[in-house]
């Protein structure tokens, strides 16, 4: 199984970045995609998901309302359109997969895989 994250660089505060997340060697459809991410001298912590079905989306509080979530199953990818950036948000960002009971679906213990990640920084 593959997960290889792009799409990250350095953008000014308040610019958009796309995140693009291709997976392979998994039936993309039978997984739940998320985002995580881990800033320097943190822990990882959860971004975004989204259920096979690309039904509903869950966001972390820090980033709702500027970031949205999508998957084309079609082309095994999952995306995340980030808007509105802020330094905080500089961090090293995961694509996962995992079929995580929905109790655990904001945990990077509910994900199976992981990919490279792929580093966003904000400058202030």
């Known amino acids: 199984v593959q997960l290889q994250a792009s799409g990250g660089g350095l953008v000014q505060t308040g610019g958009s970045l796309r995140l693009s997340c291709l997976a392979s060697g998994l039936t993309f459809t039978n997984y739940q995609m998320a985002w995580f991410r881990q800033a320097p001298g943190k822990e990882r912590e959860f971004v975004s998901t989204l259920r096979r079905t690309s039904s509903t989306p869950y966001y972390a509080d820090s980033v709702k309302g500027r970031v949205a979530i999508s998957r084309d199953n079609a082309k095994n990818t999952l995306y995340l359109q980030m808007n509105s950036l802020r330094p905080e948000d500089t961090a090293v960002y995961y694509c996962?997969?995992?079929?995580?009971?929905?109790?655990?679906?904001?945990?990077?213990?509910?994900?199976?895989?992981w990919g490279e990640g792929t580093l966003v920084t904000v400058s202030s």
């Open positions: 996962a997969a995992g079929q995580p009971i929905l109790s655990s679906q904001r945990s990077a213990t509910g994900y199976k895989f």
